[in-house]
């Protein structure tokens, strides 16, 4: 198998498990119908572990555009592999929404809520701001991006490190998730909202495509945000594009802020 089919199949398995959940959660008529946000936070976290150990071996298991950004820019992955790996990621996450639809068809025509059926496939804020929504959706992938260069560079027994990512996944879901969803992942929420626009989805309203560039842009600034965060930390230098990030993070600080005092006055 190559690394492109690796990255086909390992998303896909993210977003069947991923999506799956939320569907069980939000869906009428499921027998998992309002379990809650623990049960989602740790359902994602296992998706993420079980994408790991299906192709970690094949393609590295990055699983989201974000990582492997991160990983280029760090210096551990090809710059010409990107491409190929990207789009793999895209693919994958449009198939795994288009099997979590086929699984729960005859849940769709009984659940009238058009919001909670966007859900299933992407994310959506609880405040929709634009600044502070890209800031969440930034320091997300941060801690994501950072905490998997922190985690490969520990030794751990053969085949934990797919659990300790779970946990991290897990933790940013219940710490950082109930803003915006946490995306985190641009393949995540960008292939299933394509999925949701393209699939005859009983009564389905619009795709929300005026947010879907948040969940696609902060990401990949975390991610980069991420990878030059370690390697100021642990390899004592910081390339000119690193700074540059730095900067671009403290803008989008300050405009979050400056719109949330507004908003207070």
Known sequence: MTPFWGEFIGT??????????????????SKAENAGWIVVTLAWGLAVVMGIYAVGQISGAHLNPAVTLGLA???SFPWAKVPIYL????LGAIVGATMVWLHYLPHWSRTTDQAAKLAVFCTAPGIRSTWPNLLTEIMGTF????????????????????????????SIGMSLGGTTGYAINPARDLGPRLAHALLPIAGKGGSDWGYAWIPVVGPLIGGL?????????????????AWGIFLVFIAIAWLAY?????HEG
């Open 87 to 90: 789009l793999a990621q895209v």
């Open 73 to 75: 820019a760090e210096g």
């Open 143 to 170: 801690v994501l991006v950072s905490g998997v260069l922190f985690i490969g560079a520990n030794k751990f027994t053969d085949g934990l490190n797919p659990i300790v990512v779970g946990a991290l996944v897990v």
């Open 225 to 241: 945000l991420g990878a030059a965060f370690y390697c100021a930390a642990y390899k004592t230098q910081c390339q000119p594009w």
């Open 258 to 262: 400056f719109k949330e005092r507004k």
């Open 12 to 29: 896909m398995l993210l977003i069947l498990l991923g999506d799956g959940v939320v569907a069980g959660v939000v869906l009428k008529s």
